[in-house]
């Protein structure tokens, strides 16, 4: 039973490209969280989603910044237009369906986004 | 507005005891977490309390107080593999972790 799968584990982008990054729930987990980590800080709270359902963005940016969880595939986070103050990890997190961020939340090794 | 104080930076001798404690203020609170990172890993799960008490795993545990918004986490018998960042993380809703800015903790021979 693979855990959270993120990729790519790294991603270099200039300014003003576009970033895509990819998260695989844990099999059996329909709720996936993205959370934005800055050098030396704590993870902060960005999306909420199920499946087809972004169910609480009240973290993300409201510019530049979308989430998606399709019925198929991967969850995306996807950055346009890219700054320097963009570069973190991105970590995503998944739980079962029904039980939230219960107790545990599983996350992913992160993508660490570097705008050069 | 919502915050989490825990020390910055926490040095200890292999084999010792070490503390490190959490205080909240949230506007809503289900529960206080404890997480784990080592450098450029993910964050892993440590432990989580619902209840005032003491929680135990192993060489930690971990300690609520709800009236004092304060918890800490209990690190016993540290080894070296220890080193690592502490995040204390408070339960705000069904559906958010709200989480501290962490504690870097130093084990050294």
């Known amino acids: 039973n693979a855990g959270v799968m993120q990729n790519p584990r790294h991603l270099v982008r200039r300014r003003g490209q576009e970033a895509r990054l990819r998260c695989s729930p844990m099999?059996?987990?329909?709720?996936v969280y993205w959370y934005r980590q800055l050098p030396e800080e704590g993870l902060k709270f960005m999306v909420y989603?199920?499946?087809?359902?972004?169910?609480?963005e009240s973290g993300m940016p409201k510019e530049r910044f979308s989430a998606e969880f399709p019925k198929e595939g991967p969850s995306i986070l996807r950055i346009q237009q890219v700054v320097r103050g963009d570069s973190a990890a991105y970590f995503c997190?998944?739980?079962?369906?029904?039980?939230?961020?219960?107790?545990?939340?599983?996350f992913g090794q992160g993508t660490r986004l570097t705008v050069v | 507005g919502q915050s989490l104080e825990q020390p910055s930076e926490v040095t200890a001798v292999e084999g010792a005891i070490v503390q490190i404690n959490c205080t909240y203020q949230?506007?809503?609170?289900?529960?206080l977490s404890w997480y784990q990172q080592h450098d450029g890993g993910a964050p892993t799960f440590l432990s989580y309390?619902?209840?005032?008490g003491l929680e135990e795993t192993g060489r930690f545990s971990s300690f609520l107080s709800r009236s004092d918004s304060y918890g800490y986490l209990l690190l016993q018998e540290l080894q070296m593999k220890d080193s690592a960042s502490y995040f204390c993380?408070?339960?705000?809703?069904?559906?958010?972790?709200?989480f501290g800015t962490g504690t870097r903790l130093t084990v050294i021979p």
């Open positions: 949230t506007s809503g609170f289900y529960g």
């Open positions: 993380a408070v339960q705000t809703g069904a559906n958010n972790l709200f």
């Open positions: 997190a998944s739980s079962p369906a029904g039980t939230g961020l219960n107790t545990e939340a599983f």
């Open positions: 099999k059996g987990h329909s709720h």
């Open positions: 989603l199920q499946k087809e359902n972004i169910i609480d």
């Open positions: 309390n619902a209840l005032d």
